[in-house]
T-cell receptor, first 110, second 116 residues
Framework: KNEVEQSPQNLTAQEGEFITINCSYS?????LHWLQQHPGGGIVSLFM???GKKKHGRLIATINIQEKHSSLHITASHPRDSAVYIC????????????FGKGTHLIIQP | KAGVTQTPRYLIKTRGQQVTLSCSPI?????VSWYQQTPGQGLQFLFE???????NKGNFPGRFSGRQFSNSRSEMNVSTLELGDSALYLC???????????????FGPGTRLTVL
């Protein structure tokens, strides 16, 4: 069974801090997604990656395929980064849809 | 380019009824996926459609069904509603189905279904 574990479950930090959210999964995958969900439900896709590292603005996502682990980093965090961050993976072969982690609730205090 | 749209945005039904939710993908996108989000289970995959064919189905009972039309719009139907079906139903569209690092999913705002 494909499982996706995220840590931490909840994270409160001060504005400006460097944030790291971790995601571990149990099966071979074809791609890993990092998603952001704000209150109200809207989901935005932040990254989709299958190897290496991607950067977009203050956000950086890395993946280690051998260790089945990915991290999402936020540099110079800001209160507007407060949201739920969700990791999702698509198993290799594509026979199943995305499997999601439970999400990390991030609060950035001014 | 208009984003993914879902209708209705909110819906209240009673147990035993059925419901149909609609999703219009981004223009040019031919793949539509549906997800259910509940406080207890989080996000769970329901179905994936591409070119009017269901490619994948999640672990949901047969009361949950869907289809995709020739214009790529998709509908999902839930029959004999149960209290536990109360959830946010999200659809997402992409240009191609399944894997591929460039195949980003774009999510709609969701339909919040309440079953009384």
């Amino acid at each position: 069974k494909n499982e996706v574990e995220q840590s931490p479950q909840n994270l409160t930090a001060q504005e400006g801090e460097f944030i790291t959210i971790n995601c571990s999964y149990s099966v071979g995958i074809s791609a890993l997604h990092w998603l952001q969900q704000h209150p109200g439900g809207g989901i935005v896709s932040l990254f989709m990656l299958s190897s290496g590292k991607k950067k977009h603005g203050r956000l950086i996502a890395t993946i280690n395929i051998q260790e089945k682990h990915s991290s999402l980093h936020i540099t110079a965090s800001h209160p507007r980064d407060s949201a739920v961050y969700i990791c999702a993976v698509r198993p290799r072969g594509g026979a199943d849809g995305l499997t999601f982690g439970k999400g990390t609730h991030l609060i950035i205090q001014p | 380019k208009a984003g993914v749209t879902q209708t209705p945005r909110y819906l209240i039904k009673t147990r035993g009824q059925q419901v149909t939710l609609s999703c219009s993908p981004i223009s040019g996108h031919r793949s539509v996926s549906w997800y259910q989000q509940t406080p207890g289970q989080g996000l769970q995959f329901l179905f994936e459609y591409f070119s009017e064919t269901q490619r994948n189905k999640g672990n949901f009972p047969g009361r949950f069904s869907g289809r995709q039309f020739s214009n790529s719009r998709s509908e999902m139907n839930v029959s004999t509603l149960e209290l536990g079906d109360s959830a946010l139903y999200l659809c997402a569209s992409s240009s191609q189905p399944g894997q591929g690092e460039g195949n980003e999913q774009f999510f709609g705002p969701g339909t919040r279904l309440t079953v009384l």
